[in-house]
């Protein structure tokens, strides 16, 4: 992928049943990573079961027999259809879409049938009639690869049930699945995908909304001192079941910088080679306590723990876990060296700390020596930008700039605001450049398909339970997008947050949710402006 690494490390929680199918994960390193995902208990309660027709029953991930997905398209034989894939709008729109965040990634549900409006439909000449799109799923990265070529992600659309009553429930036991690849080298915003985007960040920003609560000043801790020994204990960790899921440092912290790094929870833990944990669950204990830990070594020793209280006072409850209680990375209402008004064409934000791997925003407008009018300016056309260090100027769109926590450090009137310190912005909408969109109808579903050529070939469903009942057509236009979207993208998939509010996506370490290639069983058609 061509987009930054969104995290270091990604912490996969453990986290129960979702929608019927129990916990799996696309980190080969996970004891149900894609080569286990043969023993995901319940994989067999999943959402095609809602299909009467579809044969979903079992899970089919471990099976060696059959066609699976995704694979590597390469053409091995001539076209098998005579028309363009044929498209209908429906009465749907895009308001109608049940967007959603999922720990696999992105989804998007169309009403049932019946249910207020009528979905978009195509009609694909391979023996399937007009069918209406179901949902949709995006993934970073793509998971079919074209020719040995992976992509930045991946669109497909799920069409089932036939719309007209003479086709009966012809092959409705089978999945038409349409899908079309991204591209971010050539840095192209996507307005087709960028209403995509705004749905799902809605989404992203009610769950944000209710795992924090209104927005308080943070309450200031009390610091920590160095402690000799663990207040609370030697304790065992397990790699996929951190005692504390947020991991502040991943090398070389003493016990004084965790602390310190930690004030704003409850508990912290130092383990292996200076690695730091911050957290406020009680049950820091649930694999059991240990003998073997060196607390004052610079090496506490493997998936071992030395847990420590951070201050005595009233805990700080972490964004992470709670729903209900005050967020302790909420803006203040009044920052250190806020600015003093907020001009008209942005207004202020707040103070947040930044991450040189993980910046909040992508797009770096200016290096040094930006003015906050200045970088408004060069930001122009985006939602928000912010001023760091000594005049640097960053811009972007997405609405998890506070996913490294606030500060009150920020002197946004000054030249230097602060190493790591960012004082935000949101450009006045009225200001920010206007979509365009490419038909008079607006949104359309369909759009990148139609009168696109396209390969075909039979395989199966790319996740837990695995089925082998969907004929694929991969579109072969690649799509462009931009590298701003693609952030975006992978912040929305990592950013996924349980009924907890913990964070529990099922990425693997570069927040990837892509099925790893599978075998080539059958057939795989092309079709090109010679055929029809």
Known sequence: MKANK?????????????????????????????????????????????????KVDKNECGDRDGQKSPINIKKTEDCKADHHIFDKYGTCKIEDVDFRIEPWGLEGHYPSDGDGCDAPSIDLSDSFHRRAAARFDLKVPSEHTMEGKRYDAEF??????NTERKNGSNREDKVAMTSFLFDASENKKNEWLEELLEGWEKVAEKEKQRCTGVPIPPPVAAPVSAPTAPTKGCYKDMKDDRMFSYEAQNRDA?????????????????????????GNNDDYDRH???????????????YIACVYDTFSQAPVVSPLMSPVASPSKAPTSSPINSPTSSPSSYEYKGCYKDNKSNRMFSKMAQRRGATTIECANLCKGY????????????????DNFDKHGS????????????SYSACVYEIDGQKRRKRRLKTSKGWHLHEPLVKQYYYGYKGGLTMPPCSDNVFWYII??????????????????????????????????????????????GSIFECTSRDY
Not at 156 to 161: G, K, M, T
Not at 288 to 301: H, P
Not at 407 to 418: A, F, I, P
Request: with cysteine.
């Open 254 to 278: 003493s016990t004084e910088e965790c602390g310190e790094l930690c004030k704003e929870y409850k508990y912290f833990a130092l383990q292996f080679k200076g690695q730091c944990f911050c």
């Open 156 to 161: 497909y659309i799920a069409h089932v049930e």
């Open 407 to 418: 500060s009150s450090s920020c002197k946004c009137n000054s030249s230097n605001v602060g």
């Open 6 to 54: 969104l995290f270091s490390i990604i912490q996969i929680l453990h986290i129960y049943a979702v929608f019927g199918i129990d916990r799996f994960n696309y980190d080969n390193d996970d004891s149900l990573g894609p080569d286990q995902w043969g023993k995901v208990k319940d994989a067999k309660k999943n959402y095609w079961q809602k299909f009467p027709l579809m």
């Open 383 to 398: 939602k928000y930008f912010s001023r760091q260090s000594k005049g640097q100027c960053f811009c972007g769109n997405s």
């Open 288 to 302: 059991g306590s240990s003998g073997s830990c060196s607390c004052e070594s610079d090496n506490v020793g493997k």
């Open 476 to 521: 072969s236009k690649i799509q462009k997008i931009s590298n701003d979207q693609l952030q975006r993208l992978q912040t929305l998939i990592t950013g996924y947050r349980d009924e907890s509010c913990r964070y529990g996506t099922y990425a693997d370490r570069d927040g990837g949710v892509a099925r790893p290639l599978q075998s080539a069983k």
